[in-house]
């Protein structure tokens, strides 16, 4: 029998109202297609059941909690369709969590880096450790934070987002992030970090449904195009990842 833990995997735990969803990947937590997919089912699964009335989003282990992109995936798109595809499935957890009638709350343990720095941004409400040094890569590899741009410009507001997009192989501290207001704090290890999610996640479990659902719909007003605007920006990474350049600096990358 195949191990999943080998390719990744995403995992659902409910108890006390509170949806623990979890992903994880051999490879720094990076998220091929295929695990895209299931984080988008994962969310709005526990969107839509009745016994959930907040999320907790994380990650596996305690080094790294999104490296972004597959580079394995990307390596291997050979055509503007595949490209699209491959980008859609970061536009699609994104417009997930955004979509969701409940509140999200991101538990950020350790390092991210482009995507996950998307999803982070994402969620409603995000915690982390100091570890958590944050970074947008795409620009250093020929292709550039288009899908999660408008998620992390929305959190940290458009000049902190370019400061990220174009210093592209600097990390910002966790700290830097909290006063920019991707997180809301900063703890010190992640035993603390879980225990204020957790306590967050029970508060909010006792709270009411309807009203935490209409807070949710105002504070994501603006954004009722981003289906549109991110299948957009997943067509401009579509074709740049066809580019020499980003196969070579991929490849660069990866034999380092």
Wanted: overall charge negative.
């Amino acid at each position: 029998m195949e191990d999943k833990t080998l390719l990744g995997q995403i995992d659902t735990q409910l108890e006390g109202g509170i949806a623990t969803i979890t992903f994880s990947h051999p490879a720094h937590n990076s998220l091929p297609g295929r695990l895209l997919a299931q984080l988008r089912d994962a969310i709005r699964q526990a969107g839509t059941n009745t016994e959930c009335r907040v999320i907790i989003l994380k990650s596996g282990g305690n080094r790294t909690f999104c490296a972004g992109a597959s580079f394995d995936e990307l390596m291997a798109i050979s055509d503007f369709a595949a490209g699209k595809e491959f980008f859609l499935g970061f536009a699609q957890v994104i417009n997930a969590l955004r979509e969701c009638p409940k509140f999200v709350i991101g538990s950020v343990q350790g390092k991210t880096i482009g995507g996950g720095v998307g999803l982070a941004a994402a969620t409603d409400y995000c915690l982390a450790t100091t570890f958590a040094a944050i970074k947008l890569s795409e620009l250093a590899i020929g292709i550039g934070p288009f899908v999660v741009g408008p998620a992390v410009a929305r959190k940290v507001g458009q000049s902190a987002f370019q400061q990220l997009a174009i210093n592209a192989t600097a990390f910002q501290t966790a700290e830097w992030a909290r006063e920019k207001g991707l997180f809301a704090e900063v703890f010190p290890s992640i035993e603390e970090l879980d225990a204020a999610v957790l306590k967050l996640a029970q508060q909010l479990a006792q709270s009411s449904p309807e009203a935490m659902k209409e807070l949710k719909r105002i504070s994501w007003e603006g954004t009722e195009n981003w289906n549109e605007l991110l299948d957009t920006r997943a067509a401009i990474s579509g074709e740049l990842v066809l580019s020499d350049f980003t196969r070579n600096a991929i490849a660069a990358f990866k034999n380092k």
